[in-house]
Each structure stands twice: as structure tokens, then as C-alpha cells.
């Protein structure tokens, strides 16, 4: 994801946004707004479908159902520490009827474009050019198309979820962004560009804090490349070892990020190069992390900047804090939905009153923080 790409994609997740920022006064309360939004960026800016998840949530469904049968905690386990022998096995990591669906959808969508003679500027057409050079088989393209789809759709929907919630909760933060995104439209006589959005410092630390506090992955598992012996101890790691790292229990170590459970966005300011080198790492480091950091971070500003410059959040008072904390280790689960949220119209200040009646309920959150599951829970009577 180059910046020239970066920029042909941000008019299309540009056009997503402005379709979210219409209904999002209408659904907030109601559906996932946030992964409808990020299901329709994948589907635009990945593979050229017009999915419209806001009118039409069975695509996203499909994935979200998709994406809770491979996340199964045992199964997920068993197949990360012993791959050879699931496959041996036979237990697939991902559910039958969700995998047919999109091997479906990816085939009938490479074929309409080879059909078509259509080249785009997307994440399917690298595959397609991929595997016409015979790099990667037709088995090989379906599976990218899928790791793509669940990388993208859990992950950035949470963290949209996730900042939206963090705004709610601290308005001063939520009344500066706002302030930063009006300036910055000024500057540029209301247009919004892809440097509009990029050059707000501001929004760029508070993504990069929720991506702290809430990182898309729990743990990162590498394999050791030469045997290392760990500094000041007579340990050594032997090439070929399984290596776990604990990413939220890092972004959680009061040694490098003093008062970790507050939501602080100036840590990542002009003095962010204080930050220990490799106690960040939402989405990797090195030659093996994340190829889609730059897309993530980019839906994130997007949609933050879309919806924050003409709503204001205010808390559900019905949601109780703090956070509570369980135990045991668990990897990402489906954040809380957006029934938390009161909505105001930032440049009326009116008020949207009518909040539905909501049954007992738990929307819970679960992600590994070393041996510790952080555990919110809004309750809802």
C-alpha cells in the first residue's frame, strides 16, 4: 500500500464514509455501524463489490459468522501449535458454509473481471496479476481473498468501535479533535482531501493510542530465525522455536506506557520517539507485520473525521464504568455495539432523544492481556 494507492483508495473509502455519516444518526443505535462501514470499505476498495451493508447486512453477517467459527479459542489454539497435525486431522479453522460462500463470491468476481478486461486499482486485481504469472494457484487466491476479508473486518471495526467509545468518554479529547477536523477544513475551503485528513496530527495520535490500549491482535507468533541469546542471561532461544509475543500485555506494561489504562493521546506527540522501540507493535514489526497498516489506519481516520465532525457522542448513562477485568487468556472477540452512544448534531446541538428500550444484556470484549483477560462489560437493563 504505497501512498500513490493510498490515495486512489481514500476517495473510495471517501464515498463509503459520506454514505455512513448519512445513516449513522438513524442506525447508531440499532446496528454495528462501524462494521458495516468497514465491510463496505473491503468490499469497495479490495474487490470492486458495491455491498451497501447499511441497506443489506448479509455480507458482513457472512463474515461475522465467518470470522466467530475460526475464532474459537481451542480450535484456533490446536491449530496455531500443531498446523501439520490439524491438517492431518482434517479440523478445519474455518466454518464449511462461510468458506463456500466467499470462495464463490472471490471466483465469480475474478471471473466477471477477466470476463470484463477491467483493471483496478485494488487488492483483488495484485491477485489476479499474482496468479496469472503463476505465483500463486487458484486454491492460494481464495485464501488470500479470505485472510484479507477477516484481517481487515474484525480488527478495524473494533478499534472504530473502540475510539468512538473513548470519545464518548472523554469529551475534552473529542471537543479538541473537533476543533483540529473544523480547522483543517477551513484551511482547505471545506474540501476533503487525502491531506486534509493525513495532516491532522491529532486524529493520527488518537488512532495510534486506541491501537495501544485496544490492539487489533492479542499475541504475534514468529519463529526464531538463528539462535539468540537473550542479553544479561545465559538463556538462549534456538533457531526454529515458536515465539509468542504478549502485543496487549506490552501496550498494557506500565514500564513503557505509565498509567496504561488511561486514554491518553498525547503519549504518541512530538515525544513519541521516547516510546521503547518494538513495545508498540499493533501491527507487527519487521519483514512479517501487517501489510494492510497503512489501509487500517487510513479507514480509521476516515471514518473518525466523518463522523466526529458532525456528531457529537455523549455515554449512554446506562453504561456502568469502569471496565471490569476477568481472567483466563482469550484472543479478540466482537466489541460492544453503538447502544452506549447519545448523538448530537455538532453544528445544531440537537439533541436525539429517542433511545429504544434495550432487553438485559452483556456486549462483551475479550482480548489476551499476558495471563489476564481484560474483560469490559456495559450492562445493559
Known sequence: FTTAKMKILFDLTLEVAKSMENLFGEHAMKKPCAFHYITDIIGTCSFGLDINSFKDGAFSASIRKLGEASYGFAKMSFCLAFPEFGNFLGIPLFA?????????????????????????????????????????????SKGFCMLFLLAGFEPIGAALTFTLFE????????????????????????????????????????????????????????????????PNTNFTIE????????????????EFFPDPDKFDPERFSEDKQNIRPYTYTPFGEGPRSCIGDRFSKQALKVGIFTIIRKYRLKLNPMVKLPLELGSS?????????????????SNMMKTFNKVPKLKARQVYQRFALCRTKLLPSWQLP
Open 329 to 345: 487468556l482469550r484472543f479478540l472477540r466482537l466489541p460492544m455495539y453503538y447502544w452506549m452512544l447519545k448523538k448530537f448534531r
Open 239 to 254: 533457531k526454529g522455536t515458536k515465539i509468542v509475543i504478549p502485543v496487549c500485555g506490552l501496550h498494557h506494561d506500565p
Open 96 to 140: 464449511k458454509k462461510q468458506t463456500e460462500y466467499f470462495c464463490n463470491l472471490v471466483d465469480e468476481t475474478m471471473k466477471s473481471r477477466l470476463a470484463s478486461s477491467t483493471v483496478r486499482n485494488d487488492f483483488l486485481q495484485i491477485i489476479l496479476d499474482l496468479q496469472r504469472e503463476n505465483v500463486i494457484d487458484d486454491i492460494e
Open 167 to 230: 470519545l464518548a468518554s472523554n469529551e475534552d479529547i473529542q471537543d479538541k479533535l473537533r476543533d483540529k477536523i473544523n480547522k483543517a477544513l477551513e484551511e482547505n475551503n471545506g474540501k476533503v482531501t487525502y491531506e486534509t485528513v493525513h495532516n491532522i496530527r491529532y486524529l493520527d495520535m488518537i488512532v495510534c493510542e486506541v491501537l495501544r490500549k485496544y490492539p487489533p491482535v492479542s499475541i504475534l507468533n514468529r519463529t526464531c530465525v538463528r539462535d539468540t541469546k537473550l
